[in-house]
């Protein structure tokens, strides 16, 4: 592969999804303080927090693909599915560090939300006017 190929992907695909996974993860944050603090508010159940903490990463992913989708402007769905697999790592990591007890198949089934939604995003993120 030459380099100006390399350089092409990169610019086309890596950048976009390291801007997307960024502000998909800043938004995954605040749409987790908000179901905080709308549990809190509401006196919610306990069992309520991981489809909530789900919910809010599938959120973030959907905006983080769309981002990386609308900069990239082309294959949108791949710079979308790349940016939720990468959020989902650093959920994953970062889940990590407070919980040991995660199953794999809660895992996996994170993982193809997260990617989905990405890859979703993605595609809508093309889809959108540049001005």
Not at 9 to 32: A, M, R
Not at 48 to 77: E, H, N, R, S
């Amino acid at each position: 592969m030459r380099s100006s190929d390399t350089t092409s992907f990169w610019h086309k695909t890596g950048v976009p999804v390291l801007w997307g996974t960024g502000i998909g993860g800043v938004l995954c944050i605040l749409f987790l303080l908000l179901m905080a603090a709308v549990m809190t508010a509401l006196d919610m159940p306990a069992s309520a927090v991981t489809p909530l903490a789900i919910t809010a990463g599938a959120a973030g992913a959907l905006f983080g693909g769309a981002v990386a989708g609308w900069l990239g402007k082309t294959q949108g769905w791949l710079s979308g599915a790349l940016t939720g697999a990468l959020l989902f790592v650093l959920v994953a990591i970062a889940g990590s560090a407070f919980s040991l007890e995660s199953g794999w198949s809660h895992q996996l089934l994170k993982a193809v939300i997260f990617v989905l939604c990405g890859a979703v995003g993605g595609v809508v993120g093309v889809n959108l006017r540049h001005r």
